[in-house]
């Protein structure tokens, strides 16, 4: 019953800037941990930057200082602010929740279908 959507994702040159959007839906009771995950052709998924629900965040290695994480929990929706893009950044991104539900009434895990972010030099 719940849903994550991501939206924002596109073709940007490298040194550009994209912002995606991740919005849950559904019977929602609360979210913890947000996250963004990003799968590039040949390699594993890998966490991209997490958010809790106070705020606090971390990031991958590789995006630190150049992407942002943020969320609006009002809204159920984080957002990834990617800026100083480069090729290697390029895979799909996928939006994550860690939440209950009304109807399950247990804490799970929730994902995105997951949108394609492509950077060229």
């Known amino acids: 019953q719940v849903q994550l959507v991501e939206s924002g994702g596109g073709l940007v040159q490298a040194g550009g800037s994209l912002r995606l959007s991740c919005t849950a839906s559904g019977s929602i009771i609360s979210i913890n941990t947000m996250d963004w995950y990003r799968q590039a052709p040949g390699k594993q998924r890998e966490l991209v930057a997490a958010?809790?629900?106070?705020?606090?965040?971390r990031y991958a290695d590789s995006v630190k200082g150049r992407f942002t994480i943020s969320r609006d929990n009002a809204k159920n929706t984080v957002y990834l602010q990617m800026n100083s893009l480069e090729p290697e950044d390029t895979a799909v991104y996928y939006c994550n929740a860690y939440l209950i539900s009304v109807t399950t009434a247990r804490w799970g895990d929730y994902w995105g279908q997951g949108t394609q972010v492509t950077v060229s030099s």
């Open positions: 958010i809790t629900s106070g705020g606090s965040t």
